[in-house]
């Protein structure tokens, strides 16, 4: 059973925009704060972007100012707007949703974001 849904990958010159977007079951959604991971080739998988439940909002250093998570409640779902995107922003982005109550995670299959020079 499909819990997280990622969508909104692609490839993009520098300087583009992309949207994500990750659709999750109603009783995951509203009782987990949301976040997005990435990882790149060779490299460990990191933590991008979160947001809680209360709507406060998270990032890595490297993606301050350029990219913003976002959720909708109503929709079950939270967004990543990536702008000025940078070939180091290559990875797959994984969307990551962790239960307040009992710490339990939830991952989606991923999509990935390429980001040519």
């Known amino acids: 059973q499909v819990q997280l849904e990622e969508s909104g990958g692609g490839l993009v010159q520098a300087g583009g925009s992309l949207r994500l977007s990750c659709a999750g079951s109603r009783t995951i959604f509203r009782n987990s704060a949301m976040s997005w991971h990435r990882q790149a080739p060779g490299k460990q998988r990191e933590s991008v972007a979160t947001?809680?439940?209360?709507?406060?909002?998270y990032y890595t250093d490297s993606v301050k100012g350029r990219f913003t998570i976002s959720r909708d409640n109503a929709k079950n779902t939270v967004y990543l707007q990536m702008n000025s995107l940078k070939p180091e922003d290559t990875a797959v982005y994984y969307c990551?949703?962790?239960?307040?109550?009992?710490?339990?995670?939830?991952w989606g299959q991923g999509t990935q974001v390429t980001v040519s020079a």
């Open positions: 990551n949703a962790r239960v307040v109550i009992d710490g339990v995670n939830y």
């Open positions: 947001i809680t439940s209360g709507g406060s909002t």
